[in-house]
C-alpha cells in the first residue's frame, strides 16, 4: 500500500514563493512517475509538474514554464515543488500522486495513488 502525505501549504502574498513537500511510504516501482495537481472548487483537478522517478525527467504544464520546479529525494521518497512568483491564479488544493503507467504524465485520470492534499492561498 502506498501513502502519499503532502505538505507546506500556506497563505502567501503574490509575488512570493513556497515549497510543497511529498512524503511517500509504502512499497512501488522506480519506475514510477509522481506528480503535482492542483484543484480549484468546481474544477477537475489539473495536472501541474511531473517527474520519472528513475530518469529523473520532468513535465510542467505551459502556465508554470520557469516558474515551478519539480524535483524528487530518492533517499527520503520525498517529491517537492518549488513555486516562485506565486500569483492569485496558483491558488487551490495541491495534490501529489504516483502511477505506474508511462506517457500520461500530466493526466490526473491515470494516477492511482493520491494525498490528501494541502491548501495553497495567494493573495494580492
Known amino acids: 500500500q502506498v501513502h502519499l502525505v503532502e505538505s507546506g501549504g500556506d497563505s502567501v502574498q503574490a509575488g512570493g514563493s513556497l515549497r510543497l513537500s511529498c512524503a511517500a511510504s509504502?512499497?512501488?516501482?522506480?519506475?514510477?512517475?509522481m506528480g503535482w495537481f492542483r484543484q480549484i472548487p468546481g474544477k477537475g483537478r489539473e495536472g501541474i509538474a511531473s517527474?520519472?522517478?528513475?530518469?529523473?525527467?520532468?513535465y510542467y504544464v505551459d502556465s508554470v514554464k520557469g516558474r515551478f520546479t519539480i524535483s524528487l529525494d530518492n533517499a527520503k521518497k520525498t517529491l517537492y515543488l518549488l513555486m516562485n512568483d506565486l500569483k492569485p491564479e496558483h491558488s487551490g488544493m495541491y495534490y501529489c500522486?504516483?502511477?505506474?503507467?508511462?506517457?500520461?504524465?500530466?493526466?490526473?485520470?491515470?494516477?492511482?495513488?493520491w494525498g490528501q492534499g494541502t491548501k495553497v492561498t495567494v493573495y494580492s
Open positions: 500522486a504516483l502511477t505506474p503507467e508511462l506517457g500520461w504524465e500530466l493526466s490526473p485520470a491515470r494516477y492511482q495513488f
Open positions: 509504502g512499497d512501488f516501482d522506480v519506475r514510477y512517475c
Open positions: 517527474i520519472y522517478l528513475v530518469s529523473g525527467n520532468t
